[in-house]
């Protein structure tokens, strides 16, 4: 059943909003909070992605997310309208090397590490104008990692 | 922004006030953390009892933080909420940086000492 279905602006701002509203509805429908924490995690790196990456040169860009739920878990779809993923596909996820000396920390590439480790049935489609990405997150047992 | 410091055995204690440290707020974050490096204190601690959220963007920033302290000043963490900590520990930061469950354990040798 879908239980939230949103217009996000592609702004930090208007992602923001939306993470507090999916959160208010997790809460409603009485999910787990260490559960809710992973979601409104998954939820901000994908938002985020897309504000920083698809939507960068989008004028009045527009984000549509939707959340179904079961008892076992949360599913959702997340399209816009802005430049495809490099090579119309996902990009791997793996975790930047941190290597052995401060000056080399990573400070970023951490997003799509989290997505995958988060989900399951994570899936990447290039529509014509739309990218869809969608994703589920079990609500009972969590994954241990 | 709304950070508060307090001077504490010689150190710095900086508490972030907000609840989030997210992509809209990392930068400015990042900028006001830079001011509580300029002073004598050898040692930053940073205080994110307050804090509920940091994503991947945030951790970034915490991690720019670390790289500017370099060798003259240390840098921790202290006070991490579940969520916090997840993300520390799911991408690896946790091994980078010192963490101590709450201020008061950042403080406890010194306690000792005297």
Not at chain 1, 90 to 118: C, M, S
Request: proline residues 6%; glycine residues 6%; charged residues 25%.
């Amino acid at each position: 059943m879908t239980v939230l279905r949103t217009d996000v602006p592609g702004t930090p701002e208007g992602v923001r909003n939306a993470l507090a509203k999916l959160c208010d509805k997790l809460h409603d429908e009485q999910v787990a909070e260490d559960r809710v924490r992973s979601v409104e995690l998954v939820v901000a790196e994908a938002l985020n992605n897309i504000v920083e990456h698809a939507l960068k040169d989008v004028a009045a860009p527009t984000i549509r997310l939707s959340m179904d739920k079961t008892d076992q878990a949360v599913a959702f779809e997340i399209c816009d309208c802005g430049t495809p993923m490099p090579g119309n596909q996902l990009p791997p996820g793996t975790l930047p090397d941190i290597g052995d000396r401060v000056e080399t920390y990573p400070e970023g590439g951490f997003g799509w590490h989290l997505i995958k480790k988060l989900t399951v049935n994570l899936r990447y489609d290039r529509l014509p104008g739309e990218n869809k990405l969608s994703f589920q997150l079990p609500l009972s047992d969590e994954i241990r990692t | 922004m709304h950070l508060s410091s307090t001077e504490r055995n010689g150190d710095i204690v900086v508490r972030m006030d907000e609840a989030r440290i997210d992509a809209a707020i990392a930068v400015s974050f990042k900028d006001a953390m830079r001011a509580h490096f300029s002073g004598p204190h050898p040692r930053v601690v940073l205080d994110l009892s307050q804090v509920e959220f940091v994503d991947s963007s945030g951790l970034g920033a915490i991690v720019a933080i670390l790289k500017e302290a370099g060798d003259d000043k240390s840098f921790a963490l202290a006070g991490m909420t579940p969520g916090v900590e997840k993300v520390f520990r799911l991408t690896r930061m946790d091994s980078v940086f010192t963490i101590y469950p709450s201020v008061e354990d950042g403080f406890a040798d010194e306690a000792h000492a005297s």
